[in-house]
């Protein structure tokens, strides 16, 4: 059945809460799956337990990461100082010393002091007796031959480290990650500057994951490193990478590498490179959106008080706009957004509202106001579409029936803004054997998924109509006046619409635009930026003129993803605005056409008048006529 949306459907009541006597624990709020996988990253210290952390920007991945690693209070025990000495086999590949914490300055002093003949290297041996410094001291040149062998370069030095060591890459290259060597200084062991990767040996190192994959051969490298073993780092057989004209010896400790990067990234790397997977053993997932439920309410309500601390105090009616603004971002009533920044920001336009118009709080009236300045700001380009409209220099008509045309709905992304859009979809048939031919695929416009959409309408074409006898026929479809790409399959009903119109010869409802995909059996499913697809129609409606009759056809799964404009509301109470939610194709034609869809009887046969009839009697015409050409 068809279900008209009331203005009581679309209103979302808000919790009983006394938001501003929330307290503020900063915590990061609904990603509990996503830190509990973090946590055990931090907590298994092997090779290839190393962690993805993969989501959307603004999901507080960074945020976590840090909070989870300042939580591993006082583990120093993988700690160690680390210095670069001369090989007086090979000046260089210079060796890399490691001392326990708080020894190398020690070791450095004592070093001098051998130099100068105030001690034995056998005293030296015995103050610090780990093997590859006993070997280093053992093949000590003396002084006379290489003064600066007793120099050494301290590269780590973690006598004051509190905890394991955080490093964040925020511009990964070669030098930076892995180190480089200083051109004006003669000897390799000094001339070496450790990178970013050495300077977390024995802690976390934090990259973003598009901008390592960015610089050319740095995956590859950092991937060698992280597959060194505990015992090739520790061998005196395996040099490392070559940093300028030096090959310095790793640093024998690992560093546990954090990748922070997107979903599709992530995907990417676990299809192409057979590697990924098995040094990166953790994939912490951090959602865009979380449940509305009272803890996720309080945990939006208490950042939102941190964010403001030097803004106007929120009233409770702002809080509940800016948690009614959060489930419009996610796009369904039963959720709140994970991207918290986008609410902070609105809190802070919302400040500048309550200013301007002179209030002492920020209420629900100077968030609606902001809310409606962004919209403002970013319309220019959805006020030429309409006005192009209004004027005929964009031919769609909203009031009237027409065969083969029908309105769907699209959607412009401009930057941080995106707004809805009606385009008119053609589609005409003749007799054929070529099927559906999609034009925007044919002039190199369509993508992937639309072009999959077009291909399941003949298959519910098959399955609803073509049972005894074969499918044949020549039919085109059409978005008019779309000189862009068209992609996704949120237009296949309206464009199956338009088809059935065609090849049954029925009129159609131009003041009623349409959304959704479509499966092969006729079934509606749900399709994103239902908001904005339906405002976007209103707004091309209303600057044309309302007459009461307009308005559009959604999927039935997508009523819980409507949260509108409150003009939008009022009109739907008035009268002027309509929105139809259904589950079926049949259901859509029936109100499209009023006309009644028709189901098969006991002989086979659709009843005479019905839709379905028309369209089978169609098909069977196009077959008739393909056979006589």
């Not at 780990?130 to 030095?157: C, G, M, Q, T, W």
């Not at 901008?211 to 490298?221: D, H, I, P, Q, S």
């Not at 749900?526 to 308005?551: D, H, M, W």
Request: aromatic content about 8%.
């Amino acid at each position: 059945m068809v279900k008209e949306i009331r203005r009581e459907d679309l209103q979302l009541e808000f919790e009983d809460l006394d938001y501003k006597s929330i307290d503020e624990p900063d915590e990061i709020v609904g990603q509990e799956r996503a830190l509990e996988a973090l946590r055990l990253g931090f907590t298994i210290d092997r090779k290839g337990y190393n962690i993805y952390v993969s989501g959307d920007e603004a999901t507080a991945r960074m945020s976590a990461v840090r909070r989870e690693i300042a939580k591993i209070e006082g583990d120093t025990k993988s700690l160690f100082d680390a210095a670069y000495v001369f090989n007086v086999t090979n000046p260089k590949c210079p060796i890399c010393l490691t001392f326990p914490m708080g020894e190398v300055d020690a070791f450095q002093r004592e070093l001098i002091r051998l130099g100068n003949g105030e001690i034995t290297k056998e005293e030296l041996k015995e103050a610090f007796p780990y093997p590859k410094v006993k070997h280093f001291i053992d093949n000590l040149p003396s002084k006379e031959k290489k003064e600066s062998a007793y120099r050494i370069n301290i590269v780590l030095n973690r006598k004051d480290a509190k905890r394991r060591p955080l490093v964040i890459e925020s511009h990964p290259s070669h030098d930076a990650l892995f180190g480089f060597a200083e051109k004006d200084e003669k000897d390799a062991h000094l001339a070496y500057n450790i990178g970013s990767y050495q300077m977390a040996a024995g802690g976390f190192l934090v990259l973003n994951a598009e901008e390592l994959l960015a610089e050319k051969g740095l995956w590859t490298t950092l991937k060698r490193y992280m597959n060194m073993s505990e015992d090739a780092m520790t061998s005196s057989a395996v040099q490392g990478e070559l940093i300028g004209s030096i090959r310095p010896y790793p640093i024998a400790r690992r560093t546990k590498v954090i990748l922070i990067g997107s979903d599709e990234t992530y995907d990417m790397l676990a299809e192409k490179d057979e590697q990924f997977l098995r040094l990166f053993k953790i994939c912490p997932e951090f959602d865009y959106q979380m449940e509305r439920n009272e803890k996720n309410i309080k945990g939006t309500v208490a950042y939102l008080k941190r964010n403001g601390k030097d803004l106007l105090p929120l009233t409770n009616s702002a809080y509940q706009e800016i948690l009614r603004y959060s489930s419009w971002y996610s796009e369904n009533r039963r959720m709140l957004t994970t991207q918290l920044s986008i609410l902070g920001d609105l809190e802070k336009e919302a400040d500048i509202s309550a200013r301007r118009m002179g209030k002492s709080e920020i209420d629900g009236e100077a968030v609606k106001e902001a809310i409606e300045k962004r919209g403002e700001l970013a319309s220019l380009t959805e006020d030429r579409i309409n006005r192009e409209i209004k004027d005929g220099e964009i031919l769609i008509s909203l009031e009237g029936m027409l065969v083969g045309t029908l309105n769907g709905l699209a959607v412009i992304d401009r930057g941080l803004a995106s707004f809805g859009t009606p385009t008119v979809i053609s589609a005409t048939a003749a007799p054929g054997n070529e099927g559906i031919i999609n034009i925007e695929h044919e002039a190199g416009l369509s993508g992937g998924i639309h072009d999959k959409g077009l291909l399941i309408l003949e298959g519910y074409l098959r399955h609803r109509y073509a049972r005894s006898f074969p499918l044949s026929l020549y039919a085109g479809i059409c978005f008019e006046q779309s000189y862009g790409e068209v992609d996704g399959d949120s237009a296949s009903s309206a464009e199956l619409f338009a088809l059935l119109s065609a090849i049954g010869e029925i009129p159609l409802r131009q003041d009623i635009a349409v959304t959704g995909s479509v499966n092969q059996m006729g079934k509606l499913q749900p399709v994103g930026a239902i908001n904005e697809k339906i405002e976007g129609f209103y707004n091309a409606c209303k600057t044309s003129g309302l007459t009461g009759r307009q308005g559009v056809i959604i999927p039935v799964q997508n009523i819980q993803s409507l949260i509108l404009p409150y003009e939008i509301e009022e009109k739907i109470k008035e009268g002027l605005f309509h929105i139809y939610a259904i589950s079926s194709i049949d259901e859509g034609m029936e109100l499209l056409s009023d006309r009644k869809a028709g189901e098969r009887g006991a002989k086979g046969l659709f009843p005479q008048g019905s839709v379905n009839r028309a369209v089978e009697d169609g098909l069977k015409r196009l077959y008739a006529s393909s056979q006589k050409n």
